[in-house]
């Protein structure tokens, strides 16, 4: 049995049947994890929808950003943007059981000495901290009255986590760090514009990986979201996010032992 980790989708079928023919993906002994982001910019969303779901638990995806757009825009508390592609889906007869799917699935993953995140942990979160705040979210998330989450997710404050935060600010901040985070301060403090590679930190920030002290650099984290960043090996971390949609490549590994496969895709005309 092999486990692989998978960068972030965003909607290129066909680029990961290409890969996991390429690694020898075998459903009936191996399984899949997914940094997030399956769905959006890319042409076939519905389709890599689809394609996960039916994996059932050879499958692990955690929620990112774009798949929780799909969330608030299906449920209509944001609006397609001009490079979106969700209409397969808001259309898809099946719609209300692959949403359903799809908001039940959870925002950190942890097993054994690994845990996967869609973009990133704040650096005083320890790895029990962060499942239990995660947990926190997708309790509401999952539960009945999740439109009340979605009314009030979206926005950037407080940029930072107080143990002492409460009601929805408390969760905007959970989702922000583990969806959308790339730079923030030693303290913690989370900048949402920079999207450029490591040199490109704003003044006074860094790559949340680097900062010193991390709570949680005694397990190996894999994440996406950061295509600048490219495919980042080191003992502890996984970056995989390879810029598929933009005709990089989407990257797996093996996770028994770091074994990396690329496919190479072309620029998606959506972009």
Not at 64 to 77: E, Q, R, S, Y
Not at 93 to 102: F, G, I, Q, V
Not at 193 to 217: E, I, L, N
């Amino acid at each position: 049995m092999a486990t692989y980790a998978i960068g972030d989708v965003q909607g290129c079928f066909d680029a990961l049947q290409a890969l996991l023919h390429e690694c020898g993906f075998d459903a009936r002994r191996d399984r899949l994890w997914f940094v997030g982001d399956l769905v959006n910019r890319g042409t076939q969303s519905l389709e890599t929808l689809r394609f996960v779901k039916s994996l059932g638990d050879k499958a692990i995806t955690v929620l990112g950003n774009h798949d929780l757009h799909l969330i608030m825009v299906a449920a209509g508390f944001s609006h397609e943007h001009k490079q979106d592609t969700l209409t397969a889906i808001l259309q898809a007869p099946e719609r209300e059981e692959l949403l359903n799917w799809l908001r039940h699935r959870p925002l950190l993953h942890r097993e054994d000495e690994y845990v996967m995140v869609h973009a990133g942990l704040l650096p005083r979160w320890t790895i029990t901290q962060a499942r239990d705040l995660a947990a926190e979210v997708e309790e509401v998330l999952q539960g009945p009255n999740y439109r009340d989450l979605l009314a009030n997710l979206y926005g950037g404050e407080p940029p930072y986590w107080d143990k002492a935060l409460r009601g929805w600010e408390r969760l905007r901040v959970i989702v922000n760090a583990l969806t959308r985070m790339r730079f923030c301060t030693a303290d913690g403090v989370m900048e949402f514009h920079a999207k450029g590679g490591v040199d490109t930190a704003p003044p006074g920030y860094m790559p949340w990986f680097a900062v010193p002290g991390r709570a949680s650099a005694d397990y190996t984290i894999i994440t996406g979201h950061w295509s600048a960043l490219g495919l980042k090996q080191e003992k502890k971390l996984l970056g995989l996010d390879t810029g598929c949609l933009w005709g990089g490549a989407l990257t797996a590994v093996r996770l028994e032992d770091r074994c990396v496969f690329q496919h190479r895709c072309q620029r998606s005309s959506n972009q």
